[in-house]
Each structure stands twice: as C-alpha cells, then as structure tokens.
C-alpha cells in the first residue's frame, strides 16, 4: 500500500524566514512525487514534480529515497505564500496514475 | 490558460436521491479523474478513467457509484443513492497522455455536495 505523511497540520513563520515542509512516503516501487497548493478559495494548483527538478515559486523539493522524503522549501518565505500544502505521490512504475495525497499542511507566513 | 470546470459548485440532495456531478475536463487530456474530500479528512481518490473505460478504481468507489463520457466534453459521476457519508467535496481532474512519466493532474475548483 502506498502512504503519504505530512506530519505538520499548521506551519507558522515570518515573512523572510526559511520554510520546509515535510514530507514523507512509503511505496514499495519506484514513485512519483508532487506538491500541489491551494490557495485561498482556489482549486488545487500543481506546484511542483520531483521528474522535473525545477524550481517554481522559489520553492524547490527533492526525493529522497534513503529518507523516502520529498520536503518542501523555500529560503525566504513570502506572505503571499500562505496556502494549503499537499503532497502527492503516484505510483508510475505499475502504470496507476491515482494520487495518493498526504493530509495538508498550512503554512501561514506573518508579516 | 485551459481550466476543468465543473458543476455545479454545491449541491444539496436528499439522502437516497441520485445526484450527477458534471465536470468538463481540458481538451486534449486523455485520462480522467475524480477525488473526494471529507470535511477534515484527506483528498481520496475514487476512479480514473481512459478510453471510455475505467482505468483504475479505489474501494470508495462501490457499486452506488458510476462514471460516463457521455459526449466529447463531458465527464459525470453519478451517485445512485447518496447516504449521508457522501457529503464531501468532490474534484474532477484530467492529465494528458503520459511521455516518459506521469502528467500532471489539473483540478477542477469541486463540485460541494451536501446530503441531507
């Protein structure tokens, strides 16, 4: 069974503060994972893919299979930056493309 | 930028009443989706769907509910007899065909369903 964990519901920092969002995952294969983001009264943007190695937002993640982590982070947090945060893994290697999600953080950034 | 719409944005229904949410997904995309959201809970997947069939499904999606393309632009979900631990916020979603990798699924804003 595959599982996404993001242990943090509500994460709290001031603007200019450093972020990370955790995110951990447990598949036996070899995975596919991304972040989406929600902001205010929006639907659920992708914001970033571990396959494409970008950086959008200044937001940058990297898969780390010996930790089966896939954390989230920015150097300087913004305000506008505050949303819903989900972390989301498929399964590629069998060919599923359902996503499993992890429960959310919150992240606030206070001025 | 193409967006999945769908609708309506809530809907309210009696339990036992059948209820079809309707989702337009982005033109070229392939394959599409459904998911849900319980209050407080996480998003859950419930069936993917491609080349007129479903593709994968998940153990929410039992014999109450159904999926169907029934014409070149529409995409519903049907629930036969909604119980009230079918309210949730139900999301479309639709990817294009993969190259190399998974697509990226684009969400629709949900469709708000409340059981009474």
């Known amino acids: 069974a595959q599982r996404v964990t993001q242990p943090e519901k509500l994460l709290s920092v001031f603007k200019g503060a450093p972020v990370e969002l955790k995110c951990n995952y447990s598949y036996s294969g070899s995975p596919e994972l991304f972040w989406y983001v929600q902001y205010s009264r929006q639907r659920l943007q992708l914001l970033l893919r571990h396959i494409s190695r970008e950086s959008i937002k200044g937001f940058t993640a990297d898969l780390n299979k010996g930790e089966t982590s896939f954390h989230l982070k920015k150097p300087f947090a913004q305000e506008e930056d505050s949303a819903m945060y989900y972390c989301?893994?498929?399964?590629?290697?069998?060919?599923?493309?359902?996503?499993?999600f992890g429960s959310g953080t919150r992240l606030q950034v206070q001025p | 930028e193409p967006e999945v719409t769908q609708t309506p944005s809530h809907q309210v229904t009696q339990m036992g009443q059948e209820v079809i949410l309707r989702c337009v997904p982005i033109s070229n995309h392939l394959y599409f989706y459904w998911y849900r959201q319980i209050l407080g809970q996480k998003v859950e997947f419930l069936v993917s769907f491609y080349n007129n069939e479903i593709s994968e499904k998940s153990e929410i999606f039992d014999d109450q509910f159904s999926v169907e393309r029934p014409d070149g632009s529409n995409f519903t979900l049907k629930i036969r007899s909604t119980k009230l631990e079918d309210s949730a916020m139900y999301f479309c979603?639709?990817?294009?065909?993969?190259?190399?990798?998974?697509?990226?699924?684009?969400f629709g804003d949900g469709t708000r369903l409340s059981i009474l």
């Open positions: 979603a639709s990817s294009e065909a993969p190259r190399g990798g998974g697509q990226p699924q684009h």
């Open positions: 989301a893994l498929s399964g590629m290697d069998t060919g599923r493309r359902a996503l499993t």
